[in-house]
DNA sequence: GTTTAAGATTACTAACTGCTAATAAAATAT
DNA sequence: ATATTTTATTAGCAGTTAGTAATCTTAAAC
């Protein structure tokens, strides 16, 4: 078990620790998964540590104006928080793509690198390894980068489960980046971009039977069918 | 004035939190730098800290078996102490480079941000990153790049301001790696592997004038040439 | 050789984060 | 509507690092 914490005192304003870093990035996360107010035990389970503690957190993060809390009844990310999630989301993203296209790292290896490189404070070096990545829209997921102002692409279209019998789509992205979850795929030949047509839905477990490329079948199980995103 | 402190609990051997790591960083500098015997109050005045907060440390350390110790007599690092250094500067030097080369940063600009990328925990990643350089020596400074396993060349030939009057050499390092020091550097048109020739030294206050690349003539102070490293 | 100054250590306190145990509020079941 | 369960919070303690003040050791001065 791996437990990390930078703290950074700091007399800049708008520079938090390693670990409230951590907690408005999951938090963000947990809105954008759908939740309207995310709650305390969910902040608890993502960043693997106890309710008592995140009901600590919350408290400073309130008082620091990164979010709104009311006792019990969970919390959402002020604007200020929002825009501060997405600059963290910006930089794992970009040092995801750095690793997987200048160090030739794959998808499922880069995600506990970049958790820690999110991490690292300098607007210049995020502009210039923009810059020297290309400016790229996305990660190896498929996810949108947000920009230096904090603008992103939302609406991430339809999941693999949703195709419908010899419907094609094209993988966009996933949305689990656990390397478990990413190692199956690579094992079952799928990666983004590739195509993938519904050859068979199994109506007692709800896996599916899918082409890759027009070429070899696989059997994917519902589990895995509801973390892959397709184009519509 | 900024404090920075990453903290890795990990049960993994050998892995160190933020600070200790720079603890045994700045011991290895301030042994290499000369001293024998590494004092307390040198090791906060780098770490912009108090003797008392050093001391504390120091027994941690100590109980780790990183440095050797002896209350009142000063430190030295051990040989893991000196192998974990030695990791650190390899990564830091690395990183220099990567932001010079690539990300086109100069000189003065790199040294803060490898500061913190230097504490970025995997060996997979600096085994790419090192590659991906094209397995570099020296870093932007004319530092030499420590290996994998921790050995480093030594042995920096002479200062600037050892050299005789009509004498050339080429700058092949500087000794400290402050912006404030290589911004002078730069206006004064001195950079690595510049041939310089001392045209005159001036007995009062033991300045140089040295013209540099066999075109203009500069006047150095003698702080500044003594912190000049020179090819024999 | 005693006194003084410099350097280092200890004791105590504080900020940050995380834990357990006890308690309180909200949601659910009957 | 009350009882029960789930969820969240508070209180108190612990580990890490840093700071202040007081004390102790060593080195230097006379």
Known sequence: MIAHQLLLTDNRRNVHSYTEENYIKTIYKLSADGAEVVNTNSIAEVLQTK???VSDMLKKLSNKNIIHYVKYRGVTLTSEGQIKALQIIRKHRLWEVFLVNKLNFSWDEVHDIAEQMEHI????L???LDEFLGYPTQDPHGDPIPTETGEIKHGRQRLAAELEINESGVVVGVRDTKPSFLQHLNKLGIFLGAQIKVKEKVEYDKSLEVSIEDNKSVLISAEVSKNIYVSA
């Open 51 to 53: 309710a008592a503690s």
């Open 121 to 124: 404070q300098s607007p210049l």
């Open 126 to 128: 995020i502009k210039r």
